[in-house]
């Protein structure tokens, strides 16, 4: 028995060496490719859903590594956050970001993503302004999504950069509402715009009696709290159509449209607006 034991607690040290070792090695490369300029936005339509017209889109990191192949913001966004990456790599990605947006029709707004690190750093804000100021992008065509999980760490400093982003007309949204830690104090605390319900209720709204109910008083919520709402992973149309039924104005997901390259975006803007 001892000598399993023994065995045990040296295959687990191998297999968590491994896993550091792996941890930093994605860093690495992670670090070559954003000074690099190699991590790219995507971009993801979101839209009207009473007229299925695009009104913006959610720029998505994209990695494609010329060593490590395809690696998932999933997996490098947690190592960009815990090995203090994030913040070169989020600059990157809103200058490339807002750069392909200024090309867009101006009423498209940009949805951009901050890490709950990045609320925690007073940095941030002063950073964003910079690149807005830089590529002469209107602060009103941006909107920055966070999570609760990233309100939680540092109220008081998440609510200084909030107010730094809002004083310049930049909207806020509440990204992936009903995951996670979810709180109505947060609502009443925090001045959102939006709100964007997570994809796990969308999923699972048509054969699912308590997810439709957590959805409408979502909706009806924030109908009284004069929120927007944009419902996330719409992946066919009869969940578009009970959506807009119980009110809710905006939408995302496959049904849609994938998130594209840039120069994919701007074709199927093209396509929409004519050239
Ligand atoms: P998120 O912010 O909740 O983004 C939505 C995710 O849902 C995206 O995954 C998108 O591709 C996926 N999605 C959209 N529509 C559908 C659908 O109809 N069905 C399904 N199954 N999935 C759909 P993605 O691009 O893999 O990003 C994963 C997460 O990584 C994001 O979740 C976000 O938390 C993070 N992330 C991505 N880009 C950035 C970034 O630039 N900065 C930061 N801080 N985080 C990012
Ligand atoms: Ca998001
Ligand atoms: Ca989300
Ligand atoms: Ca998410």
Redesign the pocket.
Known sequence: AKRSGRGRVVVYTREMEEAAKRLTRIEQALRRAVSAGEVEPHF?PIVDLSTRRVIGFE???RWNDRDLGFV???VF?PIAEERGVIASL?QL?LDKATRVASQWPDELFLSF???PSQLVDQNTGYQILSILARNEFDPRRLEI?ITETGLMTDASSAEKIIGELRSVGIRISL??FGTGQSSLGRLRDFPFDKLKID?AFVSSILNDKPSEHIIRAILAMCEGLGMYVVA????DDAQAEMLSEFGCSGG???LFGR?QNAEATSAFLHACYGP
């Open positions: 993801q720029a998505l990191a998932p913001p999933d966004i989020s990605l993503n901050l890490s999504e990204d992936d994809r996330e992973g719409i992946e995302q997901g496959y998130p």
